[in-house]
Structure formats: structure tokens, C-alpha cells
């Protein structure tokens, strides 16, 4: 594992940190812990209720110019731009030692670079922007349909600019290295794609196109301005930079009652209100852990130490063994060519004529973009196992052959490893990513995963023309060697955590189908912690997951700090609407009020509320048709989520298919996807589950 890299996302947004004159021991509806792009997001939706007050500690600085920051590079000085404005500075960002003071330094294994700035990574990385397969909620058994999914990146696609040409002119700049890629790919049949398009990201495989950018008006639109603009001028909401967190105070009950920063400085939770974790994948479980949340092994280590007042405070501990384990990262390998055709853009050396037209010339040019111009995609099975595989091509080579005139990079990704590895406090007491496991190249088959994906794309390169820029030769064995002794870099593609899963019986989840920590009330995961596996690059679904927390967490408040909330529902699923099977309507002001109307009504197993004369429950037999309806809250009976009988008999099964290693999880799995209401399940390929609309007839 090697922490150099070209920093395509480079977050852990951890935060833990404008106005700055927060008074001690206010009190807030909404704490979040963290302002990388899914607290932006959440804390965004969540304060545009005038009612609900919100407040965001960022452990790190202010950072582009909508949140107060003023650190720009001397062409830009008294521009109105930072250097977190401007995409192509991204790269003169990371591994410089002036910007040490934007840099999480509390991760004591590895040197990283991510993100302590208002934005967290979003305001550090290259912008790229993707949006998953719909495949991919079923594929993670995340709590929420794919339909759910694509409503809500929509919906931030309404906040946030995403294009795939960043320079305002409509040109693309430094495309030598896209036309000499693209012809090898076409060459072995791979076909050319609007990326974000919904049939483009709904089959991937042997595709290619022009990368997707969070950019708009040639500047980074990334959450920090996208969100934070918008928010800023709101007396509901308040962002505090600096402000690293220490731990949550909890009750006897599970509830978070006060966040504590800065070594003393506290604020309250009100009596109705949760707290948001988005400090990131390696920065959540930290303050959990800290808070005394977390695996039993973890808790008493600190307790050993000594010195940690959220480990031993009155409330006692919550018992969560999974706080920090499943680490995920991307596996990654930066792969240098050279070719006559190739011109390189060196962004580190600043281009004169580069700068002079971005700055001169209404933000255009090359300076308009940042990193990869060409991302490819590709799956195939590797010793038995699916893999995922993606291209990324730089303008310019790598690490030595960084200023070569006529070398590109091409960082090659294994997207969804197996290797896990579980971050937590050391035996000194020093936080540690990879604590135990080993996330890179952690299992054989990994290895060979990238090995021969590696492989096939030298092939083909220099099949084109390109040579390999390699001391080691280009031959296969040749290239399997250089892979394995180089090991994978940090792709800062970090997730898994403090994953959400809707199956309870699930051993390893940290969080449940409400995105809440299991053993707390009020404390709610809206970061890549949440994500039981990787896709792709995952800045684009941590800010849906931002979106998604904050509908929890207005769900929860709006149920009076759930007081007066009903266990016999499954997750309340916002913005859906069960069409047909209507048996009779009830008023409730609050979707939560119809669970406990529906678990009392005669034949009633689901129900869709609406605001309909103050708040009006549809009570229904069934889910019927599912469609999405903004403002709508659905929800069904936890008695009627059962399975149906298991259709082992089917000979030829149908259906959309998914991976499940029994029946049990197959059943899971059709809970959790919407018009799903059969399946099948086979001993094949390891466990395929088929999810159905209705039933076959068995032959």
C-alpha cells in the first residue's frame, strides 16, 4: 500500500471545526459532525425548515471563497478565487507541505491527504462525478431502492453543476491522451458513452467517455459552494471551523444529548434533535469509539490508556463490535506510457498560456479542468469472483515521469475488492487506518485481479503504439511482477466503516435501515462509513448519502425525538408512493403517526402518508405499485415484511439477479428492493438470488 497518488477523491472529510462565534452550550436541533459532502448536503436539506436548527463543526479551515476562504494562489490574488476554486489546482494541492494545516493529521499509519477544510475532500479532489448502476443497492444490500437513489442525486443535480466538457467555451482541451486510449479501447470493442447517462451507468461494462466534473462556469461546484452557498445566509444554520470533535455525550437511553470539541467546548442536542456523523469513513468511527461507542476489545483498550472522558462517561458503554471494521478502499495502479502522438499537460508546471486564458478569458481553457480526461469501465470474473475495473487517463506521466514531454498516466482500478482491513486505536493509543486486515491486494484473487487487468491494458496500449515505461519489461509475467511489487497506492475511494443494512440478522452492520448507529437513538451515518461495498468513485453517492440521512433525521424530529414513535414499522422510505390497494384513510400530521393507525386497522400492511388536509395517512393491503412522489412517505407493517414461501423448484428462474449466499439473505434482499415481492434462490455462482414482481409457476 503506497499513500502517493493522483488524488481523484482524496476524503475521509473528516471533521470533527464560517462563523466562529458559536456561544459555549448552545443548543441545536441538528449537529454535524463534519462538512465534507454528505454533512454539506444533509445539513443543507435539513435547515431549509426555518424550525430546525443546525450546526456543522469542521475540524479543519474555511476553504473555497462561499465559505470565507481567502487562500489563493498569487495569479489569482484579488480575483474573488481560492485555490480551492480553480479545478485545475487540485493537483499542487495534495503533497505540498505549504497545505499541511488542510490535512487530517490524526491518522498515524499513513501518511494521507485527507481533506480537514470545509468540503472535506470535495474541495481538495479532481472533481469527478459519477453516478452508480441502479444494480448497485442490491448488489450492496443498501436499505434503500434504486429508484429512491436516482430521485435524490436528481435532486442534488438541481444544487450542484456536473459536465463532462468544464470549460465554459464548450471546447476539450489536452485530449491527446483521450484519442490515443480511445483507440485501443475500440479496438477491443468498447464502446463510446455519455458516462452519467442512465443507460450509460446501467451498463458499463467495455464502455468509455469523457470524464464527468462537479465544475460550472469553469470553478469546482463542489458541495462547499453548491451547498453552503445557498445555506450561508440562513439564521437556522451555523458552520464552525477549527472545531475538532472529541466525543458525543449520551444518556442512559442511547441518546446523544451534547457534542464536545476542542478539548471542553460543549454544545446540547435539543430534546427532539440527532446528530449527524460525516467525518468520513476513517474520521466516524473515530469519534464513536471516542464517544464510547464501538467494539468491546476497542472500549477497553482506552479505558486501559486512559484520558478519553467520552469512554467513561455516566451513561456507560454502547457495545457495537463493528464500529471501524470492513474497511474498503479501491485498489489502484498508476501505469505510465509514452507515444509520438502524446503532448502532455503538466499541471505542477503552472502553464503560463494556461493560466493567463483562465484568468483572462471567462474561466476557460485547460485550467478549467481537472485530472483524467478519458474514464473506461469493464467487469470480468477472476478466479470465480466478478470484478469491477476502471481506467482513469491522466495528461501527464507518474512519480518520476512526472515532466516527460510525450508520457500520459493511466490509473487502473480494481473497484470492489474483497480485502477488508478494520481501523482502530493502537496499543499506544494512536489512531490507526489499517489497524488490523490489509485492504490492498489483502487476498490473493485481488491480487490477481489487477494483475491481469494490468496486463490487458499494457497489452492493448502497446498494441497502439504506446510503450510501457517500465524497467521490468512489458510481458506478462513481467507486469504481474511489477504489480505485486509495487502494491496497490491509496485510491481514498474509503467506505464501509460503520455500514447500514435493513437485515437485522446481519452480524456485521454498524447501522441500520434508518442509517442509524445500532445502540443509539439519535445518531445517524451520512458518509461513506455507510457503504457496505465500493463503486466506482464515491463522491457522487456520499452526497446522496448525505441527502438520504438528512430524510431520516427529519423524519426522526418531525416524530417528536421519536417519543411517540411506533417499532412496528420497517424504515419509513421518503418520497415514494404505494399506488393501488387503498382500504381507507386516517389523519395524522406526521407520517409517523400512521404506523401505529395501520398496525390497528383491519387488513391495513402498508400505508402512504401525504400532507393532504394537514397530513393524511392512505391506509392499503399492499404496496402495489411503487412510484416516486415527491413529499410522500410511505412505510409497511414489520409483520408483513416476512417472505414469501422460498420458490426453490423454479427450473429456469427469472427475474433481476443478485448475489446472496443463502436464501436468507435473498429474502433480505427482496425486502429491501421495491415491487420485489418473490424470489428464487440456486446454489450457483456462489448463491444467485432472482428478484420477481410475482411468482412462476413451478415445473
Same mark, same amino acid.
Given at each position: 500500500?503506497?499513500?502517493?497518488?493522483?488524488?481523484?477523491?482524496?476524503?475521509?472529510?473528516?471533521?470533527?471545526?464560517?462563523?466562529?462565534?458559536?456561544?459555549?452550550?448552545?443548543?441545536?436541533?441538528?449537529?454535524?459532525?463534519?462538512?465534507?459532502?454528505?454533512?454539506?448536503?444533509?445539513?443543507?436539506?435539513?435547515?431549509?425548515?426555518?424550525?430546525?436548527?443546525?450546526?456543522?463543526?469542521?475540524?479543519?479551515?474555511?476553504? @473555497? =471563497?462561499?465559505?470565507?476562504?481567502?487562500?489563493?494562489?498569487?495569479?489569482?490574488?484579488?480575483?474573488?478565487?481560492?485555490?480551492?476554486?480553480?479545478?485545475?489546482?487540485?493537483?499542487?494541492?495534495?503533497?505540498?507541505?505549504?497545505?499541511?494545516?488542510?490535512?487530517?493529521?490524526?491518522?498515524?499509519?499513513?501518511? @494521507?491527504?485527507?481533506?480537514?477544510?470545509?468540503?472535506?475532500?470535495?474541495?481538495?479532489?479532481?472533481?469527478?462525478?459519477?453516478?452508480?448502476?441502479?444494480?448497485?443497492?442490491?448488489?450492496?444490500?443498501?436499505?434503500?431502492?434504486?429508484?429512491?437513489?436516482?430521485?435524490?442525486?436528481?435532486?442534488?443535480?438541481?444544487?450542484?453543476?456536473?459536465?463532462?466538457?468544464?470549460?465554459?467555451?464548450?471546447?476539450?482541451?489536452?485530449?491527446?491522451?483521450?484519442?490515443?486510449?480511445?483507440?485501443?479501447?475500440?479496438?477491443?470493442?468498447?464502446?463510446?458513452?455519455?458516462?452519467?447517462?442512465?443507460?450509460?451507468?446501467?451498463?458499463?461494462?467495455?464502455?468509455?467517455?469523457?470524464?464527468?466534473?462537479?465544475?460550472?462556469?469553469?470553478?469546482?461546484?463542489?458541495?462547499?459552494?453548491?451547498?453552503?452557498?445557498?445555506?450561508?445566509?440562513?439564521?437556522?444554520?451555523?458552520?464552525?471551523?477549527?472545531?475538532?470533535?472529541?466525543?458525543?455525550?449520551?444518556?442512559?437511553?442511547?441518546?446523544?444529548?451534547?457534542?464536545?470539541?476542542? #478539548?471542553?467546548?460543549?454544545?446540547?442536542?435539543?430534546?427532539?434533535?440527532?446528530?449527524?456523523?460525516?467525518?468520513?469513513?476513517?474520521?466516524?468511527?473515530?469519534?464513536?469509539?471516542?464517544?464510547?461507542?464501538?467494539?468491546?476489545?476497542?472500549?477497553?483498550?482506552?479505558?486501559?490508556?486512559?484520558?478519553?472522558?467520552?469512554?467513561?462517561?455516566?451513561?456507560?458503554?454502547?457495545?457495537?463490535?463493528?464500529?471501524?471494521?470492513?474497511?474498503?478502499?479501491?485498489?489502484?495502479?498508476?501505469?505510465?506510457?509514452?507515444?509520438?502522438?502524446?503532448?502532455?499537460?503538466?499541471?505542477?508546471?503552472?502553464?503560463? !498560456?494556461?493560466?493567463?486564458?483562465?484568468?483572462?478569458?471567462?474561466?476557460?481553457?485547460?485550467?478549467? #479542468?481537472?485530472?483524467?480526461?478519458?474514464?473506461?469501465?469493464?467487469?470480468?470474473?477472476?478466479?470465480?469472483?466478478?470484478?469491477?475495473?476502471?481506467?482513469?487517463?491522466?495528461?501527464?506521466?507518474?512519480?518520476?515521469?512526472?515532466?516527460?514531454?510525450?508520457?500520459?498516466?493511466?490509473?487502473?482500478?480494481?473497484?470492489?475488492?474483497?480485502?477488508?482491513?478494520?481501523?482502530?486505536?493502537?496499543?499506544?493509543?494512536?489512531?490507526?487506518?489499517?489497524?488490523?486486515?490489509?485492504?490492498?491486494?489483502?487476498?490473493?484473487?485481488?491480487?490477481?485481479?489487477?494483475?491481469?487487468?494490468?496486463?490487458?491494458?499494457?497489452?492493448?496500449?502497446?498494441?497502439?503504439?504506446?510503450?510501457?515505461?517500465?524497467?521490468?519489461?512489458?510481458?506478462?509475467?513481467?507486469?504481474?511482477?511489477?504489480?505485486?511489487?509495487?502494491?496497490?497506492?491509496?485510491?481514498?475511494?474509503?467506505?464501509?466503516?460503520?455500514?447500514?443494512?435493513?437485515?437485522?440478522?446481519?452480524? !456485521?452492520?454498524?447501522?441500520?435501515?434508518?442509517?442509524?448507529?445500532?445502540?443509539?437513538?439519535?445518531?445517524?451515518?451520512?458518509?461513506?462509513?455507510?457503504?457496505?461495498?465500493?463503486?466506482?468513485?464515491?463522491?457522487?453517492?456520499?452526497?446522496?448519502?448525505?441527502?438520504?440521512?438528512?430524510?431520516?433525521?427529519? !423524519?426522526?424530529?418531525?416524530?417528536?425525538?421519536?417519543?411517540?414513535?411506533?417499532?412496528?414499522?420497517?424504515?419509513?422510505?421518503?418520497?415514494?408512493?404505494?399506488?393501488?390497494?387503498?382500504? #381507507?384513510?386516517?389523519?395524522?400530521?406526521?407520517?409517523?403517526?400512521?404506523?401505529?393507525?395501520?398496525?390497528?386497522?383491519?387488513?391495513?400492511?402498508?400505508?402512504?402518508?401525504?400532507?393532504?388536509?394537514?397530513?393524511?395517512?392512505?391506509?392499503?393491503?399492499?404496496?402495489?405499485?411503487?412510484?416516486?412522489?415527491?413529499?410522500?412517505?410511505?412505510?409497511?407493517?414489520?409483520?408483513?415484511?416476512?417472505?414469501?414461501?422460498?420458490?426453490?423448484?423454479?427450473?429456469?428462474?427469472?427475474?433481476?439477479?443478485?448475489?446472496?449466499?443463502?436464501?436468507?439473505?435473498?429474502?433480505?434482499?427482496?425486502?429491501?428492493?421495491?415491487?420485489?415481492?418473490?424470489?428464487?434462490?440456486?446454489?450457483?455462482?456462489?448463491? =444467485?438470488?432472482?428478484?420477481?414482481?410475482?411468482? !412462476?409457476?413451478?415445473?
Amino acid at each position: 500500500m503506497q499513500a502517493l497518488s493522483l488524488s481523484l477523491w482524496a476524503c475521509a472529510s473528516l471533521a470533527f471545526g464560517a462563523t466562529n462565534s458559536i456561544v459555549h452550550a448552545q443548543t441545536f436541533d441538528v449537529i454535524v459532525v463534519g462538512s465534507g459532502p454528505g454533512g454539506l448536503v444533509a445539513a443543507e436539506f435539513l435547515s431549509r425548515d426555518p424550525d430546525v436548527s443546525v450546526l456543522i463543526l469542521e475540524a479543519g479551515p474555511k476553504s @473555497m =471563497t462561499a465559505t470565507g476562504g481567502t487562500d489563493a494562489p498569487d495569479y489569482a490574488k484579488g480575483s474573488g478565487l481560492t485555490k480551492f476554486d480553480i479545478p485545475a489546482e487540485y493537483d499542487l494541492i495534495m503533497y505540498n507541505p505549504e497545505n499541511e494545516e488542510y490535512r487530517v493529521d490524526w491518522v498515524s499509519d499513513a501518511y @494521507m491527504w485527507l481533506g480537514k477544510t470545509v468540503g472535506g475532500c470535495s474541495s481538495i479532489n479532481s472533481a469527478t462525478y459519477f453516478r452508480p448502476p441502479d444494480a448497485y443497492t442490491n448488489q450492496s444490500l443498501w436499505p434503500f431502492p434504486a429508484s429512491r437513489m436516482n430521485a435524490k442525486m436528481d435532486e442534488n443535480e438541481k444544487m450542484h453543476g456536473h459536465t463532462d466538457v468544464p470549460s465554459p467555451d464548450g471546447k476539450r482541451y489536452s485530449q491527446e491522451g483521450y484519442t490515443i486510449v480511445s483507440k485501443g479501447l475500440l479496438s477491443l470493442g468498447y464502446a463510446e458513452r455519455t458516462l452519467n447517462d442512465r443507460a450509460s451507468r446501467n451498463s458499463k461494462h467495455q464502455t468509455f467517455g469523457h470524464a464527468p466534473f462537479t465544475i460550472k462556469d469553469g470553478k469546482r461546484d463542489s458541495p462547499a459552494a453548491a451547498f453552503w452557498g445557498p445555506m450561508s445566509t440562513r439564521v437556522n444554520v451555523q458552520l464552525l471551523t477549527e472545531a475538532k470533535v472529541d466525543y458525543l455525550v449520551r444518556d442512559t437511553d442511547g441518546k446523544a444529548t451534547g457534542v464536545v470539541f476542542n #478539548g471542553g467546548s460543549q454544545v446540547f442536542v435539543s430534546d427532539r434533535g440527532a446528530v449527524l456523523m460525516a467525518a468520513g469513513a476513517l474520521g466516524t468511527p473515530k469519534v464513536l469509539i471516542q464517544s464510547g461507542v464501538g467494539p468491546s476489545t476497542q472500549l477497553d483498550l482506552l479505558e486501559r490508556i486512559g484520558g478519553y472522558i467520552g469512554v467513561s462517561q455516566d451513561a456507560g458503554r454502547v457495545t457495537n463490535p463493528n464500529v471501524g471494521r470492513n474497511l474498503f478502499d479501491a485498489n489502484l495502479m498508476y501505469i505510465t506510457f509514452t507515444h509520438p502522438d502524446m503532448k502532455s499537460f503538466v499541471f505542477d508546471k503552472r502553464p503560463p !498560456e494556461a493560466i493567463d486564458q483562465y484568468m483572462n478569458e471567462s474561466h476557460t481553457g485547460p485550467w478549467a #479542468g481537472a485530472g483524467p480526461t478519458l474514464i473506461s469501465f469493464e467487469s470480468y470474473q477472476v478466479q470465480g469472483r466478478m470484478y469491477e475495473f476502471q481506467s482513469n487517463v491522466h495528461t501527464h506521466g507518474f512519480g518520476e515521469h512526472g515532466q516527460t514531454e510525450n508520457a500520459f498516466t493511466i490509473a487502473m482500478y480494481v473497484t470492489n475488492p474483497e480485502s477488508r482491513a478494520h481501523s482502530g486505536f493502537d496499543s499506544n493509543g494512536d489512531w490507526r487506518a489499517f489497524n488490523e486486515g490489509d485492504a490492498y491486494f489483502g487476498t490473493p484473487r485481488d491480487l490477481a485481479a489487477m494483475q491481469s487487468y494490468v496486463q490487458k491494458m499494457v497489452r492493448m496500449m502497446e498494441d497502439n503504439g504506446a510503450t510501457f515505461v517500465s524497467e521490468t519489461g512489458s510481458d506478462p509475467a513481467a507486469v504481474a511482477d511489477f504489480v505485486a511489487s509495487t502494491d496497490s497506492y491509496i485510491s481514498y475511494f474509503f467506505g464501509g466503516t460503520c455500514y447500514a443494512s435493513s437485515d437485522a440478522s446481519d452480524m !456485521e452492520r454498524c447501522a441500520d435501515e434508518k442509517l442509524r448507529v445500532v445502540g443509539l437513538n439519535n445518531v445517524f451515518v451520512a458518509d461513506a462509513s455507510a457503504m457496505k461495498d465500493s463503486t466506482v468513485n464515491p463522491y457522487g453517492f456520499v452526497m446522496y448519502i448525505g441527502r438520504e440521512a438528512a430524510d431520516q433525521v427529519k !423524519e426522526y424530529i418531525a416524530s417528536d425525538a421519536g417519543n411517540n414513535s411506533d417499532d412496528s414499522c420497517s424504515a419509513l422510505e421518503n418520497d415514494v408512493d404505494f399506488q393501488g390497494g387503498d382500504i #381507507g384513510t386516517s389523519s395524522s400530521s406526521s407520517a409517523g403517526g400512521c404506523c401505529s393507525i395501520c398496525s390497528n386497522t383491519s387488513r391495513c400492511v402498508a400505508f402512504t402518508w401525504t400532507e393532504h388536509n394537514g397530513g393524511t395517512c392512505r391506509l392499503k393491503s399492499g404496496k402495489g405499485t411503487i412510484k416516486t412522489k415527491l413529499g410522500a412517505v410511505s412505510g409497511v407493517l414489520k409483520t408483513a415484511t416476512s417472505c414469501p414461501a422460498l420458490e426453490d423448484n423454479v427450473d429456469e428462474p427469472h427475474g433481476v439477479t443478485s448475489t446472496a449466499k443463502s436464501s436468507d439473505k435473498c429474502c433480505s434482499i427482496c425486502k429491501a428492493t421495491g415491487g420485489c415481492i418473490a424470489f428464487t434462490w440456486k446454489d450457483q455462482d456462489g448463491g =444467485t438470488c432472482w428478484l420477481k414482481g410475482g411468482k !412462476e409457476s413451478e415445473e
